[in-house]
């Protein structure tokens, strides 16, 4: 079985393609941007000597570059995603980026089946009351732009997914991990609260925060990918054992840095998103809307998560979640010695 | 002519944002349609911005709509041909920087859209902030005399949006362009150089050079990343730096007159003269540093001011300008920025690309 991988030198793409070796694929083909940092990719080769593993160099961004990508494959993992930037280039980058290679499938192949990667931030909760637990039936966002950039695009890929899917019926696997966390990841999640200066904002309270350890995410993906499909199967990843926003941040501190963090429990961040919404607005736009209280309603009013469709099909939390936080704590706190060595 | 312009834009990239945000905030005009040959990349800012109707072809645009405007926020290479069909259309067009790859293309559109009687302007927007204006108003008071020396720097970030996405992507369009990366940004460090170096050709000499170490294997890694320009004119003359190394990256203008010198910062928002002593000896050196200490704070207090008025925009250079361009075309007066300077600046740019690719100066 010979598989492509989007996204394959990425936190998660490089931690699904080692899972997947480790599984026994043989032929894996990194999809991978000229001049992009491989240093896992290459590690991976060395430990894999038997492996093919071949690095397939281009853009998403072209239509050419994909369709070469998927000739011969027989499964496509879609991670490619843009992270961070301006609204209009992390658009470019991953929902232009992915209807490029939708073509390119529906042109070479159109019977491969297709995982994706979505995102808990695709589902609409602000309406929601706090509490809410989310499954995969969860309405999807209603107002995607109203939401923040990231949750925007990710909504739109997904849709584009879903369109191109009904119309010429490939199998299609989406799995929308929640925070997916880990060494080389980011150290705290924009769920836990925000960096403004010195202080950091804690604005995720007593919430539970959907933690993915980035090994188990990618145990998921692959457990979906394996299990019989013939339309669409959408999957929620998290693990077990879920930490509240409050004592993640505690450990991190413990562990990793201290920090000054100032708690704003959500009736007050309600409060707060009012006046700079109502700012926003006024000014036309002198300070950007970080907040406003449809996105905090979305983030941070306090929602509990169902993965019990991901274990109905096998999927088991390899990784506990204390051992998890231990190695990414590990991890921060060693480049927080070496930066302040 | 309507009270109210229709305006267009084609091509909805990170820049159009700006346009969106700005053509929206001003009440002589309303934003009726959006178009990129993308249709998702039309349809996803139409979305964010609340605009009404997007096409994925220009003529259709054209034809449906009828603006009385067109933005060109395309890469510049399509900039001739969709400006060129805009006027053909009856529009009046604002064209992001640079203009047109070419002096030669420049010249043909100028030319066209003066035959056609339409107007034009050019993305040159921190001609437009405020202490670009307030400088010009000093100019205009002659309280800097005559013009003798000018220098500007523009420092850019490469590890910013736009420059990731270039350092991300060997075929990125602005590698295709002649030069490359200080194409795409140049305007903004020459267009304050031609307001005050009246010459048609003044003597230039160009320097560039790469400061990043690494290294990609493709097209990125011709492109250079610094730039040194020296101008000189009949009565003035300019030094002109672009970097991408210099932190932290400044944006400003000193100019050198025969009585002051002004030096605007474009980060900052400030503007101060550095006058003569009225003191002497001593007395004279001491008290430069209060005189400058005052300016700086009343400046602060003025932006302060700004803020507090919501009037402290990133974009209010090209809010000024767009304002500047519809009122022109409203009243049927000059365009904002002469003609005559975007053939200099177009000149300056041909000619500084020319030496930094070694090519033969046309006879």
């Known amino acids: 079985m010979k598989v492509l991988v989007t996204g394959s030198n990425g936190f998660l793409g490089s931690a699904l393609v080692k899972r997947l070796l480790e599984t026994g694929v043989k032929e894996i083909r990194c999809f991978v941007r000229e001049g992009s940092n491989r240093a896992r990719l290459d590690l991976l080769k060395e430990r894999f000597p038997s492996a093919q593993i071949e690095y397939y160099t281009g853009t998403l961004n072209s239509h050419e570059d994909p369709l070469g990508a998927v000739k011969g494959v027989d499964i496509v993992y879609h991670l490619a995603a843009s992270l961070g930037g301006a609204p209009a280039d992390m658009f470019l980058n991953t929902v232009v980026a992915s209807k490029n290679l939708l073509e390119a499938i529906v042109t070479e192949n159109p019977t491969i089946p297709l995982v994706h990667i979505s995102s808990f931030s695709v589902y609409g909760v602000a309406h929601l009351p706090k509490g809410y637990t989310i499954t995969e039936e969860t309405p999807l966002e209603n107002h995607p732009e109203r939401r923040d950039p990231y949750a925007f695009v990710k909504w739109y890929q997904e849709k584009l997914l879903l369109e191109y899917q009904q119309r010429h019926g490939f199998p299609l696997i989406i799995l929308r991990p929640g925070v997916i966390y880990g060494p080389h990841g980011s150290a705290l999640s924009g769920r836990v609260g925000l960096q403004l200066g010195s202080i950091f904002l804690h604005l995720g309270g007593s919430n539970i925060l959907p933690l993915s350890y980035v090994e188990n995410c990618a145990d998921a993906i692959i457990t979906a990918a394996e299990h019989p499909v013939s339309g669409v199967s959408i999957y929620n990843v998290h693990d077990d054992d879920l930490p509240s926003s409050r004592s993640y941040l505690r450990a991190y501190q413990r562990e990793v840095k201290r920090l000054h963090p100032l708690p704003i429990p959500y009736p007050l961040l309600q409060l707060i998103s009012k006046g700079v919404e109502w700012y926003h607005g006024y000014s036309k736009g002198q300070l950007p809307a970080i907040f406003t209280p449809y996105k905090s309603a979305n983030l941070w009013k306090g929602n509990r998560f169902d993965n019990s469709k991901i274990k109905s099909i096998g999927w088991r939390q390899r990784i506990p979640t204390a051992e998890g936080m231990r190695r990414t704590f590990d991890y921060f706190s060693a480049i927080e010695k070496e930066s302040s060595a | ?363």
């Not at chain 2, 194409?183 to 560039?208: Q, S, W, Y």
Request: charged share 25%.
């Open chain 2, 1 to 363: 002519m309507n009270q109210r312009l229709r305006v267009a834009i084609v091509g909805c990239g990170q820049i159009a944002d700006g346009h969106i945000s700005e053509i929206q905030k001003l009440k002589s005009a309303e934003l009726v349609a959006l178009c990129d040959r993308e249709p998702l990349m039309a349809e996803q800012a139409a979305l964010r911005h609340g605009v009404a109707q997007h096409y994925e072809h220009f003529e259709e645009l054209l034809e449906k709509e009828r603006p009385d405007v067109v933005h060109i926020t395309t890469p510049p290479h399509s900039h001739l041909p969709l400006a060129l069909q805009a006027i053909d259309s009856g529009c009046h067009v604002y064209v992001e920087k640079p203009l047109t790859p070419h002096y030669q293309e420049t010249t043909r559109l100028i030319r066209y859209v003066e035959e056609k009687r339409k107007k034009l302007t050019i993305g040159h927007i921190y001609y437009f902030d405020p202490p670009a204006l307030a400088l010009r108003e000093l100019v205009e008071q002659e309280i800097i005399g005559a013009p003798v020396h000018v220098e500007s720097f523009y420092g850019y970030n490469l590890s910013g949006p736009f420059g990731k996405a270039i350092l991300g992507d060997g075929k990125h369009w602005v590698h295709q362009l002649p030069g490359k990366l200080f194409h795409n940004n140049i305007d903004h460090l020459l267009n304050k150089v031609v307001e005050f170096i009246d010459d048609e050709r003044p003597m230039i000499v160009a320097h560039g050079e790469i400061r990043r170490t690494v290294r990609f294997g493709d097209a990125r890694d011709s492109m250079p990343d610094e730039l040194r320009i020296m101008i000189q004119g009949e009565s003035t003359s300019a030094y002109a730096t672009f970097s991408s190394h210099i932190k932290p990256m400044a944006h400003f203008l000193r100019l050198y007159g025969t009585r002051n010198i002004a030096h605007v910062d474009f980060v900052a928002r400030t503007l101060v003269l550095e006058q003569e002593p009225t003191l002497p000896s001593a007395l004279g050196r001491l008290l430069p540093a209060f005189n400058m200490a005052k300016q700086y704070r009343r400046q602060g207090w003025r932006n302060v001011g700004r803020f507090l008025r919501s009037d402290f925009h990133f974009f209010a250079g090209m809010n000024e300008l767009i304002s500047r361009f519809y009122h022109s075309i409203l009243h049927d007066t000059d365009p904002p920025i002469p003609y005559r300077d975007i053939l200099r600046l177009s000149w300056m740019m041909e000619e500084i690309f020319r030496q930094l690719n070694h090519l033969e100066e046309p006879s």
